[in-house]
Nanobody
Framework: QVQLVESGGGLVQPGGSLRLSCAAS????????MGWYRQAPGKQRELVAT???????NYADSVKGRFTISTDNAKNTVYLQMNSLKPEDTAVYYC????????????WGQGTQVTVSS
């Protein structure tokens, strides 16, 4: 059974930084695309960043140059380093895992709140 547990959210001032962590159990990153999504109040959940095979990354235009997704295979953990945070980054951030081979299951974490405010 795959489980994804996020941590690292909180309140930060505009321009500040946070690092989110997603501890994954039951997964092997080599056969998963791991990602971070976010959902702000009243809005749909949106892609933030994904990483496949530990090196191929993809970012939403709104976070390019500010956020970095990475993995630590030894710790089975996915990170999202967020710099130069803006109020519009405020959302619940969710960790996601998509299995690349059959069965192509998809998993979600419970989410962690990020609030950017002065």
């Amino acid at each position: 059974q795959v489980q994804l547990v996020e941590s690292g959210g909180g309140l930060v001032q505009p321009g500040g930084s946070l690092r989110l962590s997603c501890a994954a159990s039951g997964t092997i990153f080599a056969i998963y695309t791991m990602g971070w999504y976010r959902q702000a109040p009243g809005k749909q959940r949106e892609l933030v960043a994904t990483i496949t095979g530990g090196s191929s990354t993809n970012y939403a235009d709104s976070v390019k140059g500010r956020f970095t997704i990475s993995t630590d295979n030894a710790k089975n953990t996915v990170y999202l380093q967020m710099n130069s945070l803006k109020p519009e980054d405020t959302a619940v951030y969710y960790c996601n895992g998509k299995r690349l081979i059959i069965p192509k299951n998809e998993y979600w974490g419970q989410g962690t709140q990020v609030t950017v405010s002065s």
